[in-house]
């Protein structure tokens, strides 16, 4: 099967890539990979996205961004892309149910994943007061107390943020200091209602209708061990995001922890006619509209590229 623009990844990056490209008659194949709708449908409702002002429920978010990619003639497929030969143009791609497909162009958009603490709880409450995003959740918990798991700088930054919103902030802390920058640290320890609870580990949670409390263990393993109950509304993890890019690694330059480098900002790899788009380059903002954004370039930059090749 041969394609103009193979684009990987659904999500708003991934989307509103097939939107432009199908747009610009470059008959784009998509595929939505094992989480179609990226992270957004992990979360209920979206509040921050420009042009919904009532919110809106992330799956129909990405339902209403699919149908119109597939207005425009994207071809949309389920499944996901499990190999990737960048060797020379075009490039070769294989999806998990071993069709091939050689692309012109292909668009990198596969997100990245939250860490979780791997409490069954977590799935139980997933939406319930369970969230990987301060920013986009932290609205719903006004004057509300709740917790965040971690002691980085993602951690200290996302209680900074819940402590302008909300009543209490418990920062769950696994050893007995914080790995954040100095800054940060500072900035936690001087906020008022911000209570660190160092050495401790989260068990559980509990609650009828969502998220009521969690059950910490303190100092766990240790002579003085003891068992913590408090009483939350809301239950943000902050242990950091993974990348889907270990099938790229082989073919594109990441940083460290496996996000894809861009070229001066732009959505260009090292690459001729492979971009980036969306969560898999972009370990700072993490934002739906500015994946979508990038989805945008990247597709711009897609057409650009086959009308000078």
Known sequence: MNTKCLIIGSGPAGYTAAIYASRANLSPIEYCGLQP??????????????????GVDGNQMMMDLRQQAERFGTDIRDGEITEVDFSSRPYRAKDDAGNEIIADTVIIATGASAKYLGLPDEQKYMGQGVSACATCDGFFYRKKTVAVVGGGDTACEDALYLSSLCKKVYLIVRKPFLRASKVMQQRVMERENIEILFEHNTLGLFGENGVEGAHLVKRKGEADEQLVDIAIDGFFLAIGHKPNTDIFRQWLETDEVGYLKKIDGTPRTQLPGVFVAGDCADPVYRQAITAAGTGCQAAIEAERFLLEN
């Open 37 to 54: 709708g990226g992270q957004l449908t992990q979360t209920t409702e979206v509040e921050n996205f420009p042009g919904y002002p009532e």
